[in-house]
């Protein structure tokens, strides 16, 4: 199982991006996926994330700015970032919940994509 992640880069603050992430390999389904970010000399904190029902969580820091969905056709997991702001700026990393077979659920981590939001 692999989650790949993608659409990070630089923006100016008050601007917007779009990260997609993306399970392939041995699944049978996905319960919660969900985005972290790490700042430089921080700890990885849960920005948001989503159950399988559409439940949705989100960090107060980026409540009505970031929207989580996914398309569980495509097994794909997406973050709508609006109104950045430079202390956004970090690794962000997804990760999902992931049903094999027989039942065994593991956590998966994408490879992380860079957020640059300049002042």
């Known amino acids: 199982v692999q989650l790949q992640a993608s659409g990070g880069g630089l923006v100016q603050a008050g601007g917007s991006l779009r990260l997609s992430c993306a399970a392939s390999?041995?699944?049978?389904?996905?319960?919660?996926m969900g985005w972290y970010r790490q700042a430089p000399g921080k700890q990885r904190e849960l920005v948001a994330d989503?159950?399988?029902?559409?439940?949705?969580n989100y960090a107060d820091s980026v409540k009505g700015r970031f929207t989580i969905s996914r398309d569980n056709a495509k097994n794909t997991v997406y973050l709508q970032m609006n109104s950045l702001k430079p202390e956004d700026t970090a690794v962000y990393y997804c990760?999902?919940?992931?049903?094999?077979?027989?039942?065994?659920?593991?956590?998966?981590w994408g490879q992380g994509t860079q957020v640059t939001v300049s002042s």
């Open positions: 390999g041995s699944i049978f389904s996905i319960n919660g």
């Open positions: 990760n999902g919940r992931i049903v094999r077979r027989f039942g065994v659920v593991q956590d998966y």
């Open positions: 989503i159950t399988s029902g559409d439940s949705t």
